[in-house]
């Protein structure tokens, strides 16, 4: 089974600090994802990597930045927190390549819900 | 603007009952429409997924409909049971680039 793993379930920070959320997925997967959710948003699309150093934005960048270097790991960085990215941040990942079938989906992580005060 | 629209934020079915969720796009690119289920602690896992060249895919109780012309999909859920008491989010993507998620409906299955 693909397993999505992220190092904190729930995080606690002030405003103004850095905050990392790191993200492993252990099935050799190109693509990874960053989202965060928000009652009543869905899933909104922050960054996604298409292989080891790449990332391209996604609807909502500001905030934020990406590392990826090594193709397991996908981190989510804030360079500053403010009260208005506390939400819950998912990861995703993808294997890649299209697909011509019914069953390609992205595996998420569990979460990891973000209180900054 | 939200790409993919999802209705109704939340759901009351009584157990046995039918369960429908609707959502609806505008970008005829979309090739590939996913739903996911997500309990509560989890992150969302694909329950049943469809590509428009069909319009209707069942998997169990859970069925899509899809409604190429009118932009349209649905998840049918029958005989809901308490254990569909979950959260569930419709997607639109194309060549796996890129997902849209709607918002996201919350479901109730009363025994």
């Known amino acids: 089974d693909v397993k999505v793993t992220q190092s904190s379930r729930y995080l606690v920070k002030r405003t103004g600090e850095k905050v990392f959320l790191e993200c492993v997925q252990d099935?050799?997967?190109?693509?990874m994802f960053w989202y965060r959710q928000d009652p009543g948003l869905g899933l909104r699309l922050i960054y996604f990597?298409?292989?080891?150093?790449?990332?391209e934005k996604g609807d909502i960048p500001e905030g934020y930045s990406v590392s990826r270097e090594k193709k397991e790991r996908f981190s989510l960085i804030l360079e500053s927190a403010s009260t208005n990215q506390t939400s819950m941040y998912l990861c995703?990942?993808?294997?890649?390549?299209?697909?011509?079938?019914?069953?390609?989906?992205?595996?998420f992580g569990p979460g990891t819900r973000l209180l900054v005060l | 603007q939200q790409q993919v629209k999802q209705s109704p934020q939340s759901l009351i079915v009584q157990k046995g009952g039918i369960s429908i969720i609707n959502c609806a796009y505008e970008?005829?690119?979309?090739?590939?429409f996913p739903w996911y289920q997500q309990f509560p602690g989890k992150g969302p896992a694909l329950l049943i997924a469809?590509?428009?060249?069909?319009s209707e895919k069942k998997e169990g109780r859970f069925t899509i409909s899809f409604n190429k012309s009118a932009k349209q999909f649905s998840l049918h859920i029958m005989d809901s049971q308490p254990g569909d008491s979950a959260t569930y989010f419709c997607?639109?993507?194309?060549?796996?680039?890129?997902?849209?998620f709607g918002s996201g409906t919350k479901l109730n299955v009363k025994p």
């Open positions: 995703a990942s993808y294997p890649g390549g299209g697909g011509t079938g019914s069953r390609e989906t992205q595996y």
């Open positions: 099935m050799d997967h190109e693509n």
């Open positions: 990597s298409y292989d080891v150093k790449m990332k």
């Open positions: 970008n005829t690119a979309f090739d590939y």
């Open positions: 469809i590509r428009p060249d069909v």
């Open positions: 997607a639109a993507g194309y060549n796996f680039n890129k997902f849209y």
